[in-house]
């Protein structure tokens, strides 16, 4: 599981033999994370994958760049199960697939999640592929949120999603012993994503096949 340093950004994709360079031209480096010999991926171990702490000051964003970030596995309030962001925090050219946020708390006075990403501030996701992340609530909290994100509006600002694809996330509502959807109070909101508070921006972004299997 890895860590953010402010200022410090950090670029996948490259070859995975020889003495690469920066260049983007399939031989040296390839961010399609689709290319076999390019792929970086980042596995979660049980764990987030990748975390910002704390917020940033400095501008422009810390980017994180070309990687596959999977496996991601969170619970209680720890949402955000491949990527939390926050203040000034940027991922780019990333396909996050394959997380899981799991709501284990009681408490029922606050909406948690956030399978593949949650952003709080102003982090930026950018060029990203959020794909086949879950939350799923086995606890007694109101609702369970953000299938493949959760975005939050802090004093700071608001999130920005630009020129993604988020699809095939899902929202699983908690059943009873007889397999039948349990109350209201165990909703999901947002399969796709959950907006926590207003202004959050989205340019030229693609939703589809995202399911949720209570009032998703």
Not at 50 to 73: A, V, Y
Not at 108 to 136: A, F, M, P, Q, W
Not at 180 to 203: E, I, M, R
Request: glycine share 16%; proline share 2%.
């Amino acid at each position: 599981n890895l860590t953010m340093v402010e200022g410090v950004n950090v670029l996948g994709g490259f070859a995975k033999s020889g003495n690469p360079n920066n260049e983007l031209d399939g031989v040296n480096r390839d961010i399609s994370n689709s290319k076999n010999g390019f792929m970086t991926i980042i596995n979660g171990n049980d764990g987030r994958v990748l975390t910002q702490l704390n917020d940033f000051t400095t501008q422009p964003s810390t980017t994180w760049e070309g990687f596959i970030i999977q496996g991601g596995s969170t619970s209680g309030s720890n949402g955000g199960a491949g990527v939390l962001l926050r203040n000034n925090g940027k991922i780019k050219n990333c396909l996050i697939r394959n997380n899981v946020y799991n709501m284990t708390s009681n408490n029922s006075n606050e909406e948690l999640g956030g399978g593949g990403i949650r952003v709080e501030g102003t982090g930026i996701v950018e060029s990203s592929i959020i794909r086949n992340n879950k939350v799923s609530s086995n606890g007694t909290r109101r609702y369970v949120c953000g299938g493949g994100l959760y975005l939050k509006t802090t004093a700071a600002g608001a999130p920005q999603m630009i020129n993604c694809i988020v699809v095939e996330n899902e929202g699983i509502n908690k059943r009873d012993a007889s397999g039948l959807d349990a109350p209201d109070h165990y909703n999901v909101l947002g399969a796709a994503v959950y907006l926590n508070g207003n202004g959050s921006k989205f340019y030229n972004c693609t939703f589809a096949y995202n399911k949720a299997d209570a009032k998703g």
